[in-house]
């Protein structure tokens, strides 16, 4: 195929000039001082192309997957048969096995929103301008005080310059609005590493962690669990701890929710309350060492020990049968 040919061609020039380069360096010692470091700076010039094409080529195939994942459900069924209709399939039959091993689900999915919220869709609510620090050729400050005039540039926002792994772990918190202006510039500077961007997210979430006022234990449970931007959380005794994250473009699928309300069935938990269930018509009953708690919508109607739960199963036995014996729908 023409796509075939054309990526072939180039990568088959960017080989040529690597072993051009790479061989004059077999007889470098022989060269005149002035040829030396022509030498050395073409082949500084060349390893900085191609870390500038591993971030072209990585974004690259984000777009393709994620072109792809936005049409597949348009695609006609004949035409995903060969993958049995999967989309990760597909996938996975192009993506280059890494010691043997297919590419996680994870790592497809993380290639896809970088690319949707970064560049596609632009959810992200993103600078025109950022201010990074100002640095010679060797990446150095030119005022490690950063107070002087010259200590700043200011430079545009583009998140095409921007290295795939840094855009992967803002993008939650860039897309919460959450950044503050040193989180940005970690971003974009490309002398931060990943683990100072890190910090400056921590740092920025923080005051709201501090500061959080609507994770609300509903039902009055004390045991329950809701979804608060993306992320899973279970409450026990006043205690409220995330431990789960779901994926954002999934977060609405009829599917993923049929799926939540499985694994909480199975580890015993008779109801979910990802959902507000302030609308709720049926009471909700939990049974504990201490005895029964009945809530209903946001409220708790009480919390009764066994005998005094005993005496109102009682009361509903005889109200029950007084109900079948007179034929009232209830």
Known sequence: MTTDIIVSDVFGQIGTMVDSLSCRGDNVSELAPQD???????????????????????MSESRVLYTVWKHWEELNVVVKKKWNGDFYKWATSYTKRRANREPARTTIDNKITVYRDWEAESVIDCPETVFIPNRDEFGKQVDPTLTGEKAWVEIPFDPAQIDFGKKLVARGTAKDGMMTPDAWTALCDPFATVDELKSEIKAAKKPAEENKTDVVMRNGLDFTFFEQNGLLYVGMAGTVIAFARILTENKDSPLACRAVEHMLTAIGIKQSTLEDSADMEMPLIQ????????SKGCDRIGHFNRTEAHEIVNS????????????EDF
């Open 36 to 58: 030396q470091q022509l030498w050395l700076l073409g082949m500084g010039n060349l390893l900085l192309g191609l870390e500038n094409a591993e971030d072209f080529t990585m």
């Open 287 to 294: 049974i504990d060492d201490s005895g029964v708690i009945i």
């Open 316 to 327: 509903l036995e005889e109200w029950f049968s007084a109900s079948v014996n007179s034929d």
